[in-house]
């Protein structure tokens, strides 16, 4: 049989489109918003992640760009943007590369969309739920050490002496992917499953059966490289360019990083010895001024001035 034939490829072969693999990265701008695009999906992603009372039953995207009161604000532009039907308002965030004050970036994020809600005229500040759910490809600097697999915080407004919780409609949850290292059949639960499906979708050829119900199966399909027209791939292949060019900016600059810290450290270290050298040079200067003193003395005493 020929191998170069249709015949002679298996399946994930022939949907190896230009080599990108069978599945899109969902860390990528087209992935992430192509698949979260779909309301089924993006439903179960956020019933699963937030877990609210009742669930949430229906949504719809809005404008992801908010503007501020005058033209100097800075606008807000969020990855996707949803309320759902109960009027509750959802941000999800997609972050691959570490940013300096990503909480505060967050929390400019939130407080934009809540400043959105007042209206004129009399009101009576009743504001609507905000979740903020923020999907990050690196670890957050926290105050004092967690476990290594806690990959999910769902942070709130509390109470600092009693762990109260003050204020229950802004909740901001981060995702850490990098603290989620389960295999496939270690998993256990559709968080699990959808951090897994995040962070190895593009290293799939075809769907696990341990993935497959009605969601996730509508999911894969929608992620088939082999389904998308060619303007849908060249978009996405810009995409994962993009994605592979800040990850490797980020590594050069982490370096760069670390040499820097390395000289300082030397530096500190050099001025530190010098430093030594000038106070042991000081005491001698101190003891022989010392010793010619007493032997001025001496002389003196000796009638040899």
Known sequence: MDKNSDTGKSKAQKENVKGL???????????????FGIKEVMLHFLNTVLDIEGGITDLSYDNPEKVGDTEDDRKAVYDLYCTTGKGEHIIVEMQTVSQDCYKDRALFYASRLIQQQSVKGEWDFMLPPVYSINII???LDREIETPPDKYVSYIQLTDR???????????????????????LHEVKDFFEQWMFILNNLPKLDSVPDKLRNEIFEKLFEEARIARMNKKEIDIYYKSLKTLSDMNMIEIEFKKKNKAIAEMKSALTEHRNALAEQRNVLAMKDNAIAAMEKENAELRRRLGLN
């Open 21 to 35: 693999g069978v599945f899109i990265n969902l860390l990528t701008d087209f992935g992430f918003k192509r698949i």
């Open 137 to 139: 490809r690196f670890n």
């Open 161 to 183: 002496d009693t762990g109260e919780v003050f204020y229950k409609k802004l909740i901001f949850v981060y995702i850490e992917l990098l603290r989620f290292t389960k295999e």
